[in-house]
């Protein structure tokens, strides 16, 4: 069995759990709904590859997290993500301190913090600085193309689960270090469940037509980071760029 079916098993037991009892073990909100809020960090090498991979410089030996180990390239996709790989050290726009996009930035090996409101849920993320806000008043995507590194979110409540919907990326970021790429055609649909007080079920589905066959999924679990805080993250790469943004050199 690979391990990405193997964890799916263990999550469906685990959201067998009846109602009752996910009440009294869950955080909800004033709304009822699952309190995603807290501190919270994935381990895993997925920031790496996605796949089943050996260790190789720069990069730790990891399980996949991909459904079936397998992503549905086009062609030229496969050609790209080949030579990002041979180029990751100098051209993976992470090295050069610019946001790793989405989902890629969910499984950065930093802390995130979540906070939730009936209708935003605000994730602050170590990296960067890097902030992302799911709209959940159930409002719309706005119209046109919006060429953004973290997309546009809006999310709703399907069950116990927060389901976000998240368009508008510009192609520039990889979804990880081996030089995966992907289109500003790129729909991704994200899963958050809280399965207890200390666990997230996490799940992506990636729909980009302009760079795979079909659309792709993978999931895996995010752990509660106890005892955790958010601390200062610098990247030095574009020092200059981001004070040149916020007003020249100070």
Known sequence: MRPFLLALGIASAAASISAAQMTTTIPRGADGHPDLSGVWQVVNTAAWNLQNHVAEKGIPAGLGVVEGD?????????????????ARTTSDPD???FLPGVPRVTYMPFPFEIAQTPKTTAIMYEYVHALRTIYTDGTSHPEGHIDWWMGDS???WEGE?????TVG???RFWLSREGIPHT???HLIEKFTRLDSETLKYEATIDDPGAYTKPW???WFIRWAAGEEMYEYMCQENNRDVRHMYGGER
């Open 70 to 86: 397998e992503i549905p390239y086009q062609p030229w996709a496969l050609k790209k993500k080949a030579e990002n790989g041979r």
């Open 95 to 97: 090295t050069k301190c």
């Open 154 to 156: 809006r999310g709703r």
């Open 161 to 165: 689960t927060l389901v976000v919907d």
């Open 169 to 171: 990326f510009n192609e």
């Open 184 to 186: 500003e055609k790129l």
């Open 217 to 219: 999924s993978g999931g």
